[in-house]
T-cell receptor
Framework: DAKTTQPNSMESNEEEPVHLPCNHS???????IHWYRQLPSQGPEYVIH???SNVNNRMASLAIAEDRKSSTLILHRATLRDAAVYYC???????????FGKGTRLHILP | EPEVTQTPSHQVTQMGQEVILRCVPI?????FYWYRQILGQKVEFLVS????????KSEIFDDQFSVERPDGSNFTLKIRSTKLEDSAMYFC?????????????FGPGTRLTVT
């Protein structure tokens, strides 16, 4: 049962910002929004997470809608190395497993 | 930067054989996980482990699977009698705390090929 909806794939040019959308209309008040990514032939890698407020870290920014029914992962300046599958995942405080969906495959054009 | 390591990187085995996949989690982490990814499919949760006990397991994790933390540093996944459909990438992960407020750190994976 999918809790998040993401586009199957997106393209972006190198050195430009990328906005990866995620819809989660059934999010509960205690669900965190997590983003992981999986580079080719590698294990998943944590990117960022948040609850209500927008979040920034060295990898990306997470913009969360006021009603929390959608969010956007922002890569400020895409590089070729950012080509990966990006997963938007919801998780409650007590959840100890990650349920991966199909994610968005991001292609970066040189 | 600390990282999760896994050995071997690739394991080939014959159907019906036992395999043990090994992981060394990040040293101060207390929660450990195994996931698998069949080629071209989603990453699937198998099992979580804390305080020397299984916390949660998926329906994939049947009696053929077991996990162990034998010596305080290694975390292993054993498949007793492998089947062709067990062929997949197996990822170990660890986290500092419980719950999805804590990020999970994944290893590079072990590719298991069952022939």
């Amino acid at each position: 049962d999918a809790k998040t909806t993401q586009p199957n794939s997106m393209e972006s040019n190198e050195e430009e910002p990328v906005h990866l959308p995620c819809n989660h209309s059934t999010i509960s008040g205690t669900d965190y929004i997590h983003w992981y990514r999986q580079l080719p032939s590698q294990g998943p890698e944590y990117v960022i997470h948040g609850l209500t407020s927008n979040v920034n870290n060295r990898m990306a920014s997470l913009a969360i809608a006021e009603d929390r029914k959608s969010s956007t992962l922002i890569l400020h300046r895409a590089t070729l190395r950012d080509a990966a599958v990006y997963y938007c995942i919801l998780g409650g405080v007590g959840d100890d497993k990650i349920i991966f969906g199909k994610g968005t495959r991001l292609h970066i054009l040189p | 930067e600390p990282e999760v390591t896994q050995t071997p990187s690739h394991q080939v085995t014959q159907m019906g054989q036992e395999v043990i996949l090994r992981c060394v989690p990040i040293s101060n982490h207390l929660y450990f996980y195994w996931y698998r990814q069949i080629l071209g499919q989603k990453v699937e949760f198998l099992v979580s482990f804390y305080n020397n006990e299984i916390s949660e397991k998926s329906e994939i994790f049947d009696d053929q699977f077991s996990v162990e933390r034998p010596d305080g540093s290694n975390f292993t996944l054993k498949i007793r009698s492998t089947k062709l459909e067990d062929s997949a990438m197996y990822f170990c992960a660890s986290s500092e705390g419980l719950g999805t407020d804590y990020e999970q750190y994944f290893g590079p994976g072990t590719r298991l090929t069952v022939t």
